[in-house]
């Protein structure tokens, strides 16, 4: 792990493979994903945009955050929230409108991969 993360962002990739546990390739890969989208290979990359996307707009009841649900949580925190409050709330929503808009129109709208 500590080569990893010592090695530039746009060499890790290669490190990934030599990885045993599937599941630190897995967390590995994300983590990349996450911080430098960039450095991953344009098919894994997408990917994991087809993923994410599947994620947060899965319907029905999932075990984690979706953006309907987060919505929904949102609208209970708008009832109960002080005035000075409402700022952060807005910003949420508008966070939550521009990624419906990027799965809409980003890369690999409407396809569904697992990575």
């Not at 000075?84 to 990027?102: I, K």
Request: with cysteine.
């Amino acid at each position: 792990m500590e080569k990893f993360h010592s090695t530039p962002w746009e060499a890790r990739f290669a490190l990934i493979e030599r990885l045993e546990d599937g599941r630190f390739r897995e967390l590995s890969e994300r983590h990349i994903y996450n911080e430098r989208p960039e450095a991953l290979p344009t098919e894994r990359r997408a990917a994991l945009d087809a993923w994410r996307r599947e994620r947060l707009t899965a319907s029905g009841e999932t075990p984690w955050l979706t953006l309907s649900g987060a919505r929904a949580e949102l609208d209970k925190l708008r009832a109960s929230v002080q005035a000075d409050g409402v700022e952060l709330l807005d910003e949420a929503d508008c966070y939550f409108s521009e990624l419906e808009a990027e799965f809409s129109t980003g890369p690999g709208a409407g396809s569904a991969a697992v990575p």
